[in-house]
């Protein structure tokens, strides 16, 4: 193996500093990127559209730039790739759907434009859940996504592409976004770094819709800096997102090797109740207790609302699918099934040959709430909830500056295992739930590893706008746990080629 072909097995800071020192070129670091791509993606299943010739014309153009000593952004010739939920310019953005298909983005989102700004090379669209529904990345209409470590398990989801590219090494950082914890859930159990920012942190401009009260775009890699990094070029106001906080940005990476000496961290006692896997609880509390080694105080805190965050995100998430969801009807843009019959007929056909199975059926639940009838006992009352749930942590950080947890309650588990089961999968979201409805940022950063390998997560949530909490640590338990930057083996299972 030469020197360019291990160039993906480097940090995504240690790549961008080698590029901009000329050591390297970014069309060499993209190359070595496509390369393990071609010796890994069958069986993992990261993508849903590669374009390497498109990165490798990027790329080129970067080192163009170099040579002639032009000012180049802080990613200049980075290879990475994006969840495809969010919109590229002349790039196919699917959201893992049939029922967008055939459609070709006229426009980046706005995130997007600033990593083009920065000087990053896509690789091209990664493999989610449909439409971001989904908790393992077995809803997409193209096959799912396998977990890095155990070929036979769930990357997690929804985005579980993004999360599966990075422990992979096919690229150095992704996006996702985080819904009731789509970031940080894969990101836990492919032992990746990932981040969901406070909401209105980073610009929804050009990400296909969800739930828009609850999205929220943030990054993943396989350490703290690189997703300090990768937030610093995406965060920040945006006039095209009027949820966009007009609040200044920092220079996140500062914050990383910081450390822990006197900060509070607070341990909700509800996170560690009934439901919780043992390996992922002495997983978890054995970071605490380092952390306190490392000078932290531990504080208990109480978050008495939690049992019912799962049930109150069941309501609003689905209630606002089911409208975001409206303008998907064969009419405008996608696909059309057949021109025959009324328009109403139409509507029918698109929608029922478009979308999967898990999207009819939150689409159903969230019309059903918001009918007739059922509003105030149903709507209303989860957005009553929600506000419990806010207050809940607003009590918490008055006694400390964060508060530190499991990411799911269980180990990576086998695909196939739970999807007749809908009930367990919205169950796994119970631990990062809260965090959406209450608008906190929260990241993972890996704690270990199951008796059988699998990666474990541990969440670190904070205060909004408190990121630099978030990386300070994050930061100081990568720095003792021996984990930062390390790449899947793909030798643990015999699982075969994805589906």
Known sequence: MTATDALWKLSLAEVARRIRAKDVSAEEATRACLARVAAVEARVHSFIHLDGEAAISAARAIDARLATGDEVGPLAGVPIALK????????????????LEPFVSPYDATCVARLKRAGAVSLGKLNMDEFAMGSTTEHSAFGPTRN???LDHVPGGSSGGSAAAVAAGECFATLGSDTGGSIRQPASFC??????????RVSRFGLVAFASSLDQIGPLARSVEDTALMLEVIAGHDPRDATSLDVPTARWTDEVGKGVKGLRLGIPKEAFGEGLDPEVGAAVRASIERLAGEGAEIVDVEL????????????????????????YDGVRYGLRAGQDGSLVDMYKRTRSAGFGDEVKRRILIGTYVLSAGYYDAYYRKAQQVRTLVRRDYEKAFERCDALVMPVAPEPPFKIGEATGDPLRLYLSDVLT?????????????????????LPIGLQIVGPPLREDTLFRVAGAWEGVSGWKNRVAPLDGSSAGGAA
């Not at 032992?191 to 209105?200: E, L, N, Q, R, S």
């Open 304 to 327: 008495p609302h939690t049992p019912y965050a799962v049930a109150t995100y069941y309501v609003l998430a689905p209630a606002e699918a089911s409208s975001n969801l409206a303008r």
């Open 148 to 150: 890095p470590w155990s």
């Open 433 to 453: 739930i809260g965090v959406n409805l209450a608008g906190l940022p929260g990241i993972s950063v890996p704690c270990g590893a199951s008796k059988a390998g």
């Open 84 to 99: 495809d939920v969010l919109a590229a310019e002349g790039t196919a953005t699917t959201c893992g759907s049939k029922i």
């Open 191 to 200: 032992g990746v770094v990932g981040i969901k920012p406070t909401y209105g």
